[in-house]
DNA sequence: GCAAGGTC
């Protein structure tokens, strides 16, 4: 009897086999697959994994104009960039997973796993009919929640495999048809195309953005003041009212005040205790990383991914912060503690270890930790990366930290006044964990009754600020807040909306006025896409395919009359739409005033050169251009000799005029000079002025490279 | 050319 399991990834699959039969043989396919062979009674048993989904969905013909019709092909054939290595494993399962008298679905037990098995059985080993199938339901990789999930399979549940269909089609008749009917109007307005896109989840996201912008924008600031007295010891203290928005009290106690002594009139001490932070899931790591490196989450995410691949760490896309007792804490710890430098804090560690877990939790994963394999050779940020995760993981397990606070309160002429100090009594956990700052403030020498001399008496007056803007790690979290996109999706989800030139900025996210306007189109004619309502609504309908008050069939129907409305709408005004759309992409892209005819300069794309450039926009009746290096900046200064904008490019990064001519005399710059012959191709060598300012060049440039400084021409003329 | 969701 011949047994074939297909599991969802290569790590389950290795764990599955290994449950079975401590005694599974590894076996490679094609020098790129792994698979595990064993016997178990009297069965022999393939386990095979899929790489995530191996499939995707595509429309019957690519020349529709909307696709509604669509069928699942192999991911390598559909996405030809990012899916390749899904070429093998399907090829692996096509060979291996053939003929066999019985099939075992062991993908992750949730929707987009049960579908990512449903395709592999079908469309690979040709399980058709699914009479030889059967499902494994385990919630966690262990030993003994796998055996038991062998031993009680159970029916593969049609209605599970009907909603991530659903999920598939109805984001595809969504996201697709409304991107390609967007940027069908800009083509028909403007006779210029413009990558856009629309989905379930990046319109919402941009959304979220644009609603800040709007709120920024909305703000009025209202003044107010801050009184602080600052004493003897140099010691600040602040007015008890904190914020004063009355200008006239404010006037009333600093007059009362000025020139008046201060009086210790009481002080507390209070104690408090901050607890170790919870294990990482993969949101919490990206903002960690973001705040204490500076990476993106998207950086954090790949460098996670390849940590886990080379076995150093967990697997890295889990919503967990627990980890469980089954994880052989003891073990992990030895391992690392070859490491001098976490042996010193290992060494620290209390006998029983028990971790400070978190909240959130995941049915097929514990949180993010180290392996104990020590790795080796790491790139400097992957190391960064690395640390974080081993740092955090022997944090959680030691004991909170314990603060003592001192408050005074301190009296002028009646008005009250404050200051605080935290000192820390016991480190605890915070020793273990080098990125976080540990408050440790030093207690005046004051006591009730002291009188202490008032050196300076100081009003500042200050506004209320607007919201701050989001970042890319403060953005994850609202995603995650609102359940929107999937721990898996949400940084490419950003990477999204960076790509289309909705957004820009990478401290604060700014909305451009593309992505604004993006927005204010969708809302008239969509507008359950731009606000959260499309995927609320499809959790609903999706939760009635599962629990039988609906069919697949009638939910894409359904879906596909929804967008069909939408379309409509959109093809109406199509003029409007595309003329507003591509409006708002130039204003994105002005970065300053023409010199020559007043327009606007923008930043433009040739091509032919594939490269960008900066040219004014009443081309080609003004043809003031600019080349500018790969990878410019624009900034918001300009420069004092010509009023064009500073630009920063090149690595480190220099500061200088769009111009790169401006300040020379051009007419010298302009006609280079000869200087001798080249040394390697015997030509005229010329001296040239660039942008880093002179140099020598071969004539016969680009066929021949030579180059040198003005001053290293006499010694390479020799 | 276009989505969102898995994964290396």
Request: include cysteine.
């Amino acid at each position: 009897m011949h047994e074939v399991i297909v599991c969802e990834k290569p790590t389950s699959a290795e764990k599955i086999a290994k449950a079975l039969s401590p005694s599974a043989k590894k076996k490679v396919y094609n020098k790129k697959v792994k698979y595990w062979e064993l016997k178990k009674g009297s069965k022999d048993i393939t386990v095979v994994s899929a790489v995530g989904h191996l499939y995707s969905l595509t429309p019957d013909n690519p020349k529709d104009k909307v696709y509604f019709d669509l069928h699942w092909a192999p991911a390598y054939e559909v996405n030809k960039r990012g899916s390749g290595f899904t070429k093998d494993y399907v090829r692996a399962i096509k060979k291996l997973g053939r003929n066999a008298d019985s099939y075992i679905h062991a993908c992750d037990y949730d929707t987009e796993g049960t579908l990512i098995g449903y395709n592999a059985l079908k469309y690979a080993c040709g399980q058709e009919n699914l009479d030889k199938v059967s499902r494994m339901k385990f919630s966690t990789l262990t030993k003994k929640d796998l055996l038991e999930a062998y031993d009680n399979r159970i029916e593969l549940d049609m209605n599970q495999v009907d909603t991530g269909i659903a999920r598939h089609v109805l984001d595809y008749y969504f996201g697709v048809n409304i991107s390609k009917a967007l940027m069908k109007s800009v083509s028909n307005a403007k006779h210029r195309f413009l990558k856009l896109s629309a989905g379930r989840v990046q319109t919402p996201t941009l959304s979220i953005l644009v609603e800040r912008e709007k709120e920024i924008k909305d703000f009025v600031p209202e003044p107010y003041w801050l009184i602080k007295a600052v004493v003897e010891g140099n010691i600040e203290v602040n007015h008890i009212d904190g914020k004063i928005f009355d200008r006239d009290r404010a006037e009333e106690i600093m007059t009362k005040c000025q020139g008046k002594d201060a009086i210790v009139d009481r002080i507390s001490f209070s104690n408090s205790t901050t607890k170790p932070p919870v294990p990482f899931n993969l949101g919490g790591l990206q903002s960690e990383a973001y705040n204490v490196f500076g990476f993106s989450p998207k950086k954090t995410q790949t460098i996670a991914q390849n940590l886990y691949t080379s076995g150093y760490t967990s697997y890295p896309r889990t919503s967990s912060q627990k980890l469980p007792e089954s994880l052989d804490f003891k073990s992990i710890f030895t391992q690392l503690g070859y490491d001098g430098e976490f042996k010193k804090h290992i060494d620290q560690l209390p006998s029983k270890l028990k971790p400070n877990n978190g909240k959130k939790d995941d049915a097929a994963h514990p949180a993010i930790h180290p392996t104990g394999i020590l790795p080796q050779g790491l790139s400097k940020d992957d190391k960064k990366i690395y640390e974080l995760i081993v740092y955090r993981f022997i944090s959680v397990f030691f004991e909170a930290a314990k603060f003592e606070t001192m408050s005074a309160t301190l009296d002028i002429e009646g008005e009250k006044f404050r200051f605080k100090r935290r000192r820390v009594t016991h480190k605890g956990w915070m020793e273990h964990y080098p990125f976080r700052k540990i408050d440790d403030e030093i207690f005046p020498d004051i006591k009730e009754d002291d009188l202490m001399k008032v050196l300076e008496l100081i009003s500042d007056e200050k506004e209320t600020k607007p919201p701050a803007r989001y970042n890319q790690a403060s953005l994850i979290k609202e995603l995650e807040k609102r359940e929107l996109g999937t721990k898996a999706t949400r940084a490419d989800i950003i990477d999204k909306l960076y790509d289309r030139k909705y957004i820009t900025g990478t401290q604060q996210i700014e909305v451009n006025q593309l992505g604004e306007n993006m927005i204010d189109t969708l809302s008239i004619y969509c507008n359950n896409l731009t606000s959260e309502e499309l995927t609320r609504d499809l959790q609903i309908k999706l939760d009635g395919i599962s629990n039988n008050k609906s069919t697949r069939r009638e939910i894409i129907d359904e879906g596909e009359k929804d967008v069909k409305v939408i379309l409509e709408d959109i093809t109406k005004n199509s003029n409007e739409i595309g003329s507003k759309l591509y409006e708002s992409y130039q204003e994105s892209n002005i970065i300053g005033t023409c010199p020559t005819c007043g327009g606007n300069l923008v930043k433009r794309y040739s091509p032919k050169t594939k490269s960008s450039f900066v040219g004014c926009a009443n081309y080609p009746d003004c043809t003031t251009s600019y080349s500018i290096p790969k990878g410019t900046n624009f900034l918001k200064k300009t420069c004092e000799k010509c009023g064009l904008p500073i630009i920063s490019f090149g690595k480190p990064r220099q500061r200088a005029c769009l111009d790169s001519n401006c300040g020379k005399d051009k007419t010298k710059i302009h006609k280079p000079t000869e200087v001798g012959k080249c040394p390697n191709c015997g030509k005229p060598l010329l001296k040239r002025s660039g942008r880093y300012g002179e140099f020598i060049g071969c004539k016969g440039f680009p066929k021949c490279k030579f180059t040198c400084s003005v001053d290293e021409l006499e010694s390479k003329l020799k």
